[in-house]
């Protein structure tokens, strides 16, 4: 989930329409894990093929990448490498979280309460090896690049991003602002229409965050950005008990730093801080990359959608004809004409 730090960064709303001929570097797997735990039935179960194998994955990634292509944007997803061992908490936390969810969805199911069912089922999401390599098929053939971190996929984003390659990052978290992404798109693959665990639907606008106008409003540096999220606590620390994000800034911005805070001896620094701070300020990324969008190939598109996952002919050729009637969209508008 990342560092919560919603309450103090607010981002500019804007329609999907307004980054046509924009490239942006998406976070893969926190795209997919949104498909896998959205893209389900009534009772929570995920979406299958006749033979039972899960593919929510491939619904969400096939149907939001043709919305993109056919607006003209340029995306290009990245993959998490091999995490940083600051995280093995986190990620034994999560699974035994999904654990403990399917427990309770299968409980709620055998009492019929299928609103808690779906609740209970949204948190149960698995990303698999599977899953992955058949991801990357679909992105060759619909064109679309993508490129595997060596680490954290938003450390990746964000180098991309800074060095110009891409114009801005997409995720839903805001690690991804720590790791220096100059622009962060949020909702980019959850725009429109977003029904939650209760059953309703509401109504998801995607903004850009903008890094240097966080830093501006908060009246820090994004070393400082890092410091406050380390007392909150990250996906490598637990933070400090009692420290909010307010909490965090005040406190930044009376010592100054971590150095400062410990100093003063009143609130206890996490030990690991320095680690922290490297994974975000100093992260390993990787300029072995080729961002290059081609056509799309239909018939890879189609055994992939409809051979081997039965997925209807009739609606994926659709998408098709949409994306092919747009294709030169792309290139119609300059990087550098946002404003």
Not at 213 to 220: D, P
Request: some cysteine; hydrophobic content about 40%.
């Amino acid at each position: 989930m990342g560092v919560d730090i919603s309450s103090l960064v607010g981002g500019k709303p804007i329609m999907l329409s307004d980054l046509t001929g924009r490239s942006v570097a998406v976070d893969a797997f926190n795209t997919l894990y949104q498909f896998l735990s959205m893209i389900r039935q009534p009772d929570g179960t995920p979406l299958m093929d006749r033979d039972g194998r899960v593919t929510s994955h491939l619904s969400g990634l096939f149907y939001r990448s043709a919305s993109l292509l056919e607006l003209g944007i340029r995306p290009a997803f990245v993959f998490d490498g091999k995490p940083p061992e600051l995280k093995r908490k986190t990620i034994e936390a999560r699974a035994a979280a999904k654990r403990e969810a399917e427990v309770e969805w299968k409980k709620a199911l055998e009492e019929g309460d299928m609103r808690r069912a779906l609740s209970k089922a949204t948190r149960t999401a698995r990303l698999d090896s599977d899953m992955i390599e058949e991801s990357l098929s679909l992105l060759d053939a619909l064109g679309i690049p993508w490129i595997r971190a060596p680490s954290e996929g938003e450390a990746q984003m964000g180098h991309m991003a800074r060095k110009g390659d891409v114009w801005a990052g997409a995720s839903q978290d805001f690690d991804a602002i720590l790791f220096g992404t100059p622009n962060l798109v949020r909702n980019l693959t959850l725009a429109g229409k977003r029904r939650l665990p209760s059953g309703k639907t509401v109504d998801v606008t995607p903004e850009v965050v903008t890094l240097s106008a966080v830093l501006g409003e908060l009246g820090v540096t994004r070393e400082q950005l890092v410091d406050m999220a380390i007392l909150i606590g990250t996906d490598f620390n637990d933070g400090v008990k009692g420290i909010g994000p307010k909490k965090a800034l005040a406190l930044i911005r009376k010592s100054g730093s971590l150095e400062g805070i410990r100093s003063e001896g009143k609130v206890p620094v996490p030990d690991e801080y320095e680690d922290v701070r490297r994974i975000f300020l100093d992260p390993e990324t990787t300029d072995d990359y080729s961002l290059v969008w081609r056509k799309v190939d239909p018939e890879a598109v189609r055994k992939i959608m409809c051979d081997a996952h039965a997925f209807s002919v009739d609606r994926v050729d659709a998408a098709l004809s949409r994306i092919a009637a747009k294709e030169d969209v792309r290139t119609q508008r300059s990087l550098d004409s946002w404003s």
